[in-house]
């Protein structure tokens, strides 16, 4: 094995496979190398143990259903898909490909990577697959009350501490605000989800990716794009997770609609984007409503602060927290004009 050396234990993982190495270099959290096979990625696992078969077995489907730029997992030579070095530390390899991350920053890269999404989407449903990861699937009221549980903890913490730092002040004024609105919308969600059995049934769902972010979407460089007619591959599918498809598009929308101070011409023009490619129901809009007015946010800020030893608090998380109350407005009003635009539903929560 030529090339630089990285992690001689991990890079040792890779004589369990059959392929040649020519050389090993070191990218973020992994071991990439390239080999007789083509460019691959050796990465820790750290899923379930069973979830990796569900993961192969959705990567293998969404081929089959033609949308083919998306990694594989490698069998060693046992046959396979976890390997282990001699600290029993788990491994998996996968294709990758010769790219760079999607440019946020870029419109026309974002409008693709949605387009992308909707395609990847259409070749997600996995028909006819049981196994036990495809029977869980994922029910969002249990994911925020979950949040709101935490949220609680966490206001009873603040209230009770005698010596408050600036950022805690600050956080618990305004902490009942973002709180009652959480409790509000997963209030409206248990009440949705009950009046409508469709909107979490298998009908509903595909197998979303579950971590569909920019570094997880790659703009293939001008070769691979050239051999593959395609310029966007997805890789990263560990969260993959049965759910109604607009957790994917939530997730993309969010990062962006943030960054953009909650531009109504971004987020109209992705979602047309999304549905050109695949026709949203208006189960789909109501969902993505739900999960765009969760502060999600906010719980994040709370969080981080909450185990991440509250002796120093960086200043950053206070930005954040300023950052956010600085574009609430911003974010209510695209809700509303949301809601006018796709709304053939009614809400109250503001």
């Known amino acids: 094995m030529g090339g630089i050396h990285v992690n001689d234990r991990a890079v040792s993982v890779l004589e369990n496979y059959d392929i040649d190495v020519l050389r090993t270099w070191k990218g973020r959290g992994a071991i990439l190398c ?46 396979e898909l976890v390997v282990y070095d001699q600290d029993k530390m788990p491994y998996i390899l996968k294709t990758y490909f010769d790219g760079r991350e999607c440019n946020i920053r870029d419109t026309k890269e974002c409008i693709q990577a949605v387009k992308t999404l909707a395609c990847l989407h259409n070749a997600s449903d996995m028909p006819g697959f049981q196994g036990s990861y495809d029977d869980i699937g994922f029910k969002i009221d249990k994911e925020y009350e979950k949040h709101n549980k935490e949220l609680r903890k966490v206001r009873k913490f603040l209230r009770e501490k005698s010596q408050k730092t600036n950022f805690e002040i600050f956080l618990l004024k305004h902490y009942d605000y973002f709180f009652d609105l959480a409790l509000q919308v997963t209030e409206e969600v248990r009440f949705y989800l009950r009046e409508t059995p469709s909107a979490h049934g298998k009908k509903s769902c595909i197998v979303c990716h579950g971590d569909y972010q920019y570094h997880n979407i790659l703009v293939l460089n001008g070769s691979a794009a050239a ?69 999600e946010k906010f719980w994040k800020i709370v969080n981080f602060y909450y185990n991440s030893g509250k002796a120093w608090i960086p200043g950053r998380n ?33």
Do not use: H
């Open 318 to 350: 206070l930005e954040k927290l300023e950052k956010l109350l600085e574009q609430e407005q911003d974010k209510v009003k695209f809700l509303e004009n949301y809601k006018s635009t796709y709304g053939r539903f009614s809400f109250e929560i503001y």
């Open 227 to 295: 051999q593959t007619n395609n310029t966007f591959a997805v890789i990263n599918f560990e969260k993959c997770v049965r759910d109604n498809p607009v957790r994917d598009l939530y997730l993309f929308m969010r990062k962006l609609l943030e960054k953009s101070n909650w531009s109504e011409e971004l987020g109209m023009t992705l979602l047309e984007a999304y549905s050109s490619e695949r026709a949203m129901s208006a189960e789909d809009y109501i969902q993505l409503y739900y999960r765009l007015i969760y502060p």
């Open 34 to 79: 390239d080999s007789n096979k083509g460019l691959l990625i050796l990465k820790e696992y750290v899923g379930p143990k069973d979830k990796i078969f569900f993961q192969d077995a959705l990567l293998n489907s969404i081929k089959k259903q033609g949308f083919y730029m998306v990694e594989s997992i490698l069998k060693s030579k046992d046959g």
